[in-house]
């Protein structure tokens, strides 16, 4: 996709009216567009019409048909949206947001902390509430928040295949769409630990109104919190340093009374694998989430 976003600019560039004409054209007459599991070719569609007019290309009858153009695909992508949020609404549970994953994306061969169209997908769902510009400093060790990607997230799900007896703990939950997709998504439990209070109320705030019961979140440091309910724990490099060092302390000791798994991604996931009590790969990619067991 890059490539092309490369050839449409220089393009563009050498045949101004001819780049937005013959991309029109093109899109316009690609019915395949109008299918719900066309929603990668509509990402990829918009985001050449946003190149093409952040160009300034085109006369003012072309830029009127890709404005047009963009609105439609914008509105397929939030009908979809709207379908899949309101079955969560009302109960249904998140089988059609598994199914999309499952039809739409391959989690093995997208390896990359990137985003993708599944997490616009997932975005128009879950639709968090913003959570405002009054986010603290952070703390030494501490790391800056993103959210997992999503095609990581669901390939998690099938991988751990949990039920109803799971709890998941996701320490450094952020704005909490591990949580939220695991209860969404299956039986189990799920609890976000969040030290930034905007992104908790935002979470719960989300929760609340998908009637994700099983979803909780609470504004506290991951070295204070209680981890004896935990069957998994998950950990996208929220710190490092000391106090990486502590939570897997006082993980490893929730080891020695029952089976967990700790799961990983990014950087941290080199020291986990490195601990004596969890058995894994001894050299799990660090862009994938990995998946470690206790001994």
Do not use: K
């Amino acid at each position: 996709m890059a490539d092309r976003n490369i050839e449409l600019e220089l393009f563009a560039r050498s045949h101004p009216t001819t780049a937005l004409q013959g991309l029109l054209e093109q899109l316009e007459g690609d019915r395949a567009l109008l299918e719900p599991e066309a929603l990668p070719a509509r990402s990829r569609a918009l985001d050449g019409l946003e190149r093409a007019l952040g160009l300034d290309v085109g006369d003012d009858a072309e830029r009127a048909r890709a404005d047009a153009l963009r609105g439609w695909l914008e509105a397929l992508d939030r009908a979809l949206c709207d379908g899949l949020r309101e079955d969560l609404r009302r109960g249904g549970g998140g089988a059609g947001l598994l199914d999309w994953a499952a039809r739409c994306f391959i989690a093995e061969t997208e390896t990359g902390e990137h985003y993708d169209p599944l997490d616009e997908l997932v975005s128009g769902v879950l639709r968090l509430p913003a959570p405002g510009d009054e986010i603290g400093a952070l703390a030494e060790e501490m790391v800056f928040y993103q959210p997992t990607p999503a095609r990581h997230v669901f390939d998690l799900l099938r991988r751990l295949s949990l039920c109803a007896d799971d709890v998941v703990l996701d320490l450094g939950a952020g704005l909490g769409h591990v949580p939220l997709l695991v209860a969404a998504c299956t039986e189990a439990r799920a609890h976000g630990v969040e030290i930034e209070p905007a992104y908790v109320a935002s979470a719960q705030a989300c929760a609340a109104e998908l009637g994700l019961r099983r979803a909780t979140f609470a504004c506290a440091d991951a070295r204070a919190v209680d981890l004896g309910q935990a069957t998994v724990f998950y950990l996208y490099t929220p710190f490092t340093g000391a106090i990486l060092r502590q939570v897997l302390d006082a993980i490893a000791q929730q080891a020695r009374s029952r089976a967990i798994r700790v799961c990983t991604l990014g950087p941290c996931t080199a020291v986990v694998a490195a601990e004596p009590w969890l058995a894994g790969d001894a050299r799990p990619p660090s862009d994938r989430i990995a998946v470690f067991r206790s001994r």
